[in-house]
């Protein structure tokens, strides 16, 4: 088992930024990708971005390509999103995920889900 704790999330004017952390614990020899995935109500669960457990590999939607970073800590078991230029179509409920395989931007391939964190952009 791995627990993913979420953290960072909060309430930003449009053209802010924030930076989102999530901290793995438990069986985490096991993980090889760490993802980041948004959902917004009504809305179905959205790929965000995505890093392999060494930090030499990313991956990012469109929507957030050039505005968000997604990276590794180099001295403990986190990653963090850097999330500039916000909109509010970037607010949604932001999860943390990790998997056994190579990046994917499916939610379906991911085997370990935080409880999330709320971010909200005002315009």
């Known amino acids: 088992q791995v627990q993913l704790v979420e953290s960072g999330g909060g309430l930003v004017q449009a053209g802010g930024s924030l930076r989102l952390s999530c901290a793995a614990s438990?069986?985490?020899?096991?993980?090889?990708?760490m993802a980041w995935f948004r959902q917004a109500p009504g809305k179905e669960r959205e790929f965000v971005a995505a890093?392999?457990?060494?930090?030499?590999?990313?991956y990012y939607s469109d929507s957030v390509k050039g505005r968000f970073t997604i990276s590794r800590g180099s001295a403990n078991f986190t990653i963090y999103l850097q999330m500039n230029s916000l909109n509010p179509e970037d607010t949604a409920l932001y999860y943390c995920?990790?998997?056994?395989?190579?990046?994917?931007?499916?939610?379906?391939?991911?085997?370990?889900w935080g409880q999330g964190t709320q971010v909200t952009v005002s315009s």
């Open positions: 890093v392999s457990w060494s930090g030499s590999t990313t």
């Open positions: 995920a990790s998997r056994r395989g190579g990046i994917s931007d499916g939610s379906s391939a991911y085997d370990y």
């Open positions: 438990g069986s985490i020899f096991s993980t090889n990708v």
